[in-house]
């Protein structure tokens, strides 16, 4: 519990978030906007669940601890569901906002295409989902105490922050698959998003079994990394042409004009 | 845009609030605007104290505006200027001034009073030249965002708890009136300055872009801090627009700054939970996104302050009353969504 946690912990979980929105995103206000509009939905679905959660609280038998976990998990599982339903609704708005916007500045081309949209909304989510999981827990191990004195694991902070940096690129990663399939009309991709999103949260239910969680939870994070890299259009191609700096598109697109 | 502005105000003032306690400690001193104590003994005395205290607010800021649109409006712009003058120098000399104590006294860091004076009175005079003459256009900006999360601090001490609610319900709701309605007064003190196509005090507005460039020495005024700035925004078409080509000039009031950093406040400074804070800044941001939009496509001066104010209020409540708890019982079983 000292400023080596606290830094350390804020960096592991916002440190490839952070990175990417400053690379990427900081530089151009449109897609800042629909950053924090993913943010925004992202907080709705959130809210909606904890009120169906608190409804279904305030009416059960508060001293039962069985009954307590019972409806948690239940607020888990549907808060999940909550946010891909809000996910696939702020698709849809950002289809109609496209065309839209498309009158509006009177240009022949989008200034945003739907795989920027996808990559920045899935980014959004991340950030608020990560926010919300690990804010409090970061200000607390700023002050005083001593972690797991009463025989809890002393790994909270760590694997706190880990699954935290999970979460938030999974979200990233969901996102992109996620609007690739909708666009695509792969139905089965979108059911395979909101499972592997179940099975993260469901694999958290083992906690303190850190080990048991983490890792799983970061396989599916290789893996639905990859999927999302071929289905923004990656390849192993152009993969290396950009590690050798032989991409000419990526060369071209970079170069500022004085 | 003006992203980077309202989020460093808020960030100021939430950063403030977190670390010095100043300016959360509950003390019996109220402002005369808000005459009602709120620590009486039963609930409805404190509701009905809370509604009579944004009243009075209320009427305050109304008779203020209005006096202003009235001075404005007869030419009387030495009144302005002075009144003007007064209030930024009790913002950016004894406000900073008490700023610089608390955070001295937090650090326990000493400072004799000669070097304190020195900086003050640097930080104050290069202000108000900025503010009320000439300066670099982001040192003005710097200086504006300073001055909007110091007067934001000082309603977040000074506002007890429900009034405070109150009060930014009710000055969303004037907002929309005074600025929508035909005899409103922002309206008019907008519609008067176009008649006369001169800038609209440029130091009670804050600006993303440099206009156009006013002619003589009436450095336009800054803002008063006892009254309501006008919270309007409206877009103005930049004649040497030498920036990016988004750069519109976009003008958004510190009157709406200082009630955005009011409500951040407030959800920072009650109970010390973090999610709420970033809820209520996320909702502003979308607010303002929402306002921002709807006057790409209006292209006349809007109030900038009922959507966000709402957004806020609304995701305030729910995520104070419904999230928290949920977030509570899923961090302790260590659950993740």
Redesign the interface.
Same mark, same amino acid.
């Given at each position: 519990m000292t400023a080596a946690v606290f830094f350390g912990c804020t960096f592991i979980a916002f440190g490839p978030a952070i990175a990417l929105f400053l690379f990427t995103i900081a530089r151009e206000?449109l897609r #800042? $906007?629909f950053l $924090?509009?993913g943010?925004?939905f992202w907080?709705v679905s959130? =809210?909606l669940?904890? =009120?169906v959660?608190?409804i279904s #609280?305030q009416i059960s038998n508060k001293d039962s601890a069985v009954q307590q976990?019972g409806l948690? $998990?239940f607020? #888990?599982v549907l808060? #999940?569901l909550l946010?891909e339903t809000f996910r696939f609704a702020y698709y849809k708005l950002l289809k109609k906002a496209n065309e839209g916007l498309l009158t =509006?500045s009177q240009e022949e081309t989008m200034p945003i295409s739907i795989r920027q949209l996808a990559y920045v909304s899935g980014l959004g989510f991340g950030f608020?989902?990560g926010?919300?999981?690990v804010?409090?827990?970061l200000?607390d191990s700023v002050g005083p105490g001593t972690i797991g004195i009463h025989g809890d694991s002393q790994h909270?902070f760590l694997?706190?922050a880990f699954?935290t940096m999970a $979460?938030i690129l999974l979200h990233m990663f969901w996102g992109v698959v996620f609007f690739d399939a909708c666009e695509k009309q792969q139905w089965w991709a979108v059911a395979a998003v909101v499972i592997s999103h179940l099975v993260?949260?469901c694999l958290?239910?083992q906690?303190?079994e850190y080990v048991a969680s983490l890792v799983p939870t970061y396989v599916i994070l290789f893996l639905m990394g990859i999927w999302a890299f071929y289905s923004a259009g990656g390849s192993l191609r152009n993969l290396k042409l950009c590690l050798t700096c032989k991409d000419k598109d990526f060369l071209l697109a970079n170069h500022r004009p004085r | 845009m003006l992203f980077v502005p309202v989020t460093l105000c808020m960030l100021l003032v939430v950063a403030t609030i977190k670390s010095l306690h100043f300016y959360t400690d509950k003390t019996d001193q109220q402002l005369i605007y808000t005459p009602f104590t709120e620590n009486t003994s039963s609930v409805g005395r404190r509701l009905l104290n809370s509604v009579l205290n944004a009243v009075v607010m209320i009427g305050v800021i109304v008779a203020m505006t209005v006096l202003l649109v009235f001075l404005y409006k007869y030419r009387c712009y030495k009144v302005i200027h002075g009144w003007l003058i007064l209030s930024s120098l009790l913002l950016l000399f004894w406000f900073s001034f008490m700023y610089l104590s608390e955070v001295l006294k937090t650090y326990n860091v000493a400072m004799d009073y000669p070097t304190a004076g020195v900086l003050i009175w640097n930080f104050g005079a290069v202000g108000m030249a900025c503010v009320h003459w000439k300066g670099p256009l982001a040192l003005q900006q710097a200086y504006l965002i300073v001055v909007s999360a110091l007067m934001a601090l000082v309603f977040v001490k000074y506002l007890p708890e429900w009034s405070a609610w109150l009060i930014l319900a009710l000055v969303s709701v004037y907002d929309l009136v005074a600025v929508l309605s035909p005899k409103g007064p922002l309206r008019m003190l907008v519609e008067t300055a176009q008649e006369r196509n001169e800038p609209i005090f440029p130091a009670l507005i804050y600006s993303s872009a440099m206009a156009w460039t006013t002619g003589p020495a009436d450095g336009e005024p800054g803002r008063a801090s006892d009254e309501e700035a006008e919270p309007s925004g409206r877009a103005a078409a930049a004649e040497d627009d030498d920036d990016e080509q988004e750069e519109r000039g976009v003008k958004l009031g510190l009157g709406d700054f200082i009630f955005y950093s009011v409500l951040v406040g407030k959800a920072a400074a009650g109970g010390g939970d973090w999610n709420t804070t970033a809820a209520c800044f996320v909702a502003i941001l979308i607010g303002l996104c929402v306002t921002l939009l709807l006057l790409a496509i209006f292209k006349k001066a809007l109030p900038a302050l009922p959507i966000s104010i709402t957004f806020g209020l609304i995701c305030y409540f729910a995520t104070d009353s419904l999230a928290r708890p949920f977030m509570d019982d899923l961090a302790a079983h260590h659950f993740y969504i």
């Open positions: 206000p #800042v $906007i $924090i509009a943010a925004f907080l959130l =809210l669940s904890s =009120l959660w608190f #609280v976990k948690l $998990i607020g #888990v808060s #999940v946010q =509006l608020m989902s926010a919300f999981s804010v409090n827990i200000a909270y694997s706190s699954m $979460i993260v949260s958290t239910f906690n303190p | -």
